[in-house]
């Protein structure tokens, strides 16, 4: 018998993240629950374990973790002290680097620096931190990594200047992995979603009623859509990578074109 296969998800204690986590133990895969709040992640990992545990051989490990704290990110995969992640750490294959966000949509005169520090910390650097440090775990010609990027990362909108240069980053970044991992067998994939109804935007305007609005008049995107997208690139044959995929509602036609109802 074949070890089960570990995928590691940021950002699982929520929307895109926790829905691929959902799709993964479906799929079969053991995980890594990476985020800040631990209890989403130990109330998502008792559900999986319950619905896909015991008999049917799930194992999920959580990384309570910012991964903006470089430190913090090196320490959990050089020196693991929880004896599960370490075994899970050994049958690593998939990397789904989710964890991200957007503040503001100030137009750019007027923005909070510490609004665009926050998005370049989390969603550029925190992203290589995990990425370079789980790379020593990734194992040659089943690997993959699933970086997540957005139609922001193409297509520039007035008010977020710097999170979509985040994602353009992000772009590039996968674009780079997938050239330096070249011959490795290593799959490199870019996940490019419009708007998708998640907590991303009650982070972003820091007001219920606001982020409400964002996802009125019309029907986003639901997290299992992209968990889909996610789950479809990596379960291809070994020979085929899907390097980007672009999703959008059918209600929107480009970052600046919504028709609502
Ligand atoms: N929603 C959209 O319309 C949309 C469109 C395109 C792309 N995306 C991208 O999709 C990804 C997921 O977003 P989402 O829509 O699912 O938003 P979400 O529901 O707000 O989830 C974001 C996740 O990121 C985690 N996170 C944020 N900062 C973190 C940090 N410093 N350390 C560890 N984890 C952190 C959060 O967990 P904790 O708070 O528990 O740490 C949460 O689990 C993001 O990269 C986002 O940019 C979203």
Not at 191 to 208: A, H
């Amino acid at each position: 018998m074949t070890a089960r296969q570990v995928a590691l998800i940021t950002g699982a204690s929520s929307g895109i993240g926790e829905a691929t986590a959902r799709r993964l133990a479906k799929e079969g895969f053991d995980l890594i629950l990476v985020a800040r709040r631990e209890e989403r992640l130990r109330e998502l990992q008792a559900e999986l374990e319950k619905e896909f545990g015991g008999s049917k051989g799930l194992s999920v490990g959580t990384m309570v973790l910012d991964i903006t704290d470089r430190e913090a990110v090196r320490s959990a995969f050089q020196s693991q002290k929880d004896l599960k992640i370490q075994d899970l750490l050994k049958r690593l294959h998939v990397l789904v680097s989710n964890a991200g966000l957007a503040k503001g949509v100030d137009p750019m005169p007027e923005a909070k620096v510490e609004d665009w520090e926050t998005m370049i910390e989390t969603n550029v650097l925190g992203l290589l931190y995990v990425t370079r440090f789980a790379l020593d775990f990734i194992k040659p010609n089943r690997g993959h990594l699933v970086n997540l990027g957005s139609v922001a990362g193409r297509w520039t909108y007035p008010g977020g200047g710097v999170y979509c240069a985040t994602k353009a980053a992000v772009l590039a970044i996968t674009e780079g992995l997938r050239l330096d991992l070249q011959g490795s067998g290593v799959r490199v994939t870019n996940i490019e979603p419009g708007k998708v109804s998640t907590e991303f935007s009650l982070v972003r305007y820091k007001d219920p009623d606001r982020a409400r609005k964002e996802y009125e008049g019309y029907e986003p995107l639901a997290p299992d859509d992209i968990a889909d997208c996610i789950a479809w690139s990596v379960t291809r044959p070994p020979h085929v990578n899907i390097q980007e995929m672009v999703i959008f509602p059918t209600a929107q036609a480009s970052v600046t074109h919504l028709v609502r109802k």
